[in-house]
């Protein structure tokens, strides 16, 4: 059984370079191209939700040249594949904090929620400027402000209410969060939302990420019993 809603984890596009004696911005557009290749798998393989984790909230801390590099390779991939995109049926979902993001990339990421948003082969999800802890403090926070404007009470608050103020709100949680690089940890990504997630570590860094990765994780995904907090069928049996 494959996974509805695949999260990635796209890491080492700096590593890349280095071990290459190439510049980090090498790295990064490699790892565009690493995207384009992965989204287009994720879709021949029936993958109806594809989250990536494309630029974190704590990016910002980077060398500024690295960051206006990441800025005009996001412009790019918009403009560039936007129309491939909406023309395969997929439909772009942005989440993370848009709030002090330049105007031309707000218009950017709006055009492409717009353009797309009817299409229903794929849905492509693009984490940006997004943190799951800030996520989640702004979602407190639109709740703490309805209930001090008397619009619900404290008691009103539960987990689907809760996940309803979440950017994801919309979208099921992920099955399965893949990260590159060898590393293993979420670094802030959909803290709430990978309550139950699977959990797949490959060692290749993102620009070397092909279908025949994703495959492999699809693969160690599908030999899982996943159980949700119950007992797996295996210890029932016994």
Avoid at 78 to 85: G, M, S, T, V
Avoid at 189 to 202: G, M, R
Wanted: glycine share 8%.
């Amino acid at each position: 059984m494959k996974p509805a809603h695949v999260a990635i984890i796209m890491d080492g596009n700096g590593r890349w370079a280095e071990a290459r004696g190439l510049p980090r911005r090498a790295g990064h557009r490699a790892g565009v191209e690493a995207l384009r290749k992965a989204v287009r798998s994720a879709g021949e393989l029936g993958i109806n939700w594809l989250t990536v984790y494309a630029f974190s909230s704590e990016n910002w801390s980077r060398p500024r040249s690295e960051v206006n590099d990441l800025m005009g390779l996001l412009r790019l991939f918009i403009r560039r594949d936007l129309a491939e995109l909406h023309q395969n049926g997929v439909r772009v979902r942005i989440i993370g904090d848009r709030e002090n993001l330049e105007k031309d990339i707000k218009s950017l990421l709006l055009e492409a929620e717009n353009l797309t948003a009817e299409n229903t082969s794929m849905n492509l999800v693009i984490a940006f400027n997004y943190g799951a802890r800030d996520e989640i403090v702004r979602a407190a926070k639109s709740l703490f402000a309805d209930v001090q404007a008397g619009k619900i009470t404290a008691d009103d608050i539960d987990i689907d209410g809760f996940g309803n103020r979440l950017d994801t709100a919309g979208i099921p949680d992920p099955d399965l969060i893949i990260r590159t690089s060898g590393e293993q940890r979420l670094s802030n990504f959909l803290l709430w939302q990978a309550a139950y997630a699977e959990f797949v570590f490959l060692p290749c860094h993102w620009p070397d990420f092909g279908r025949c990765e994703l495959e492999t994780a699809l693969a160690t995904f599908n030999a899982r019993e996943r159980r949700f907090g119950g007992v797996g069928a295996r210890e029932a049996a016994l």
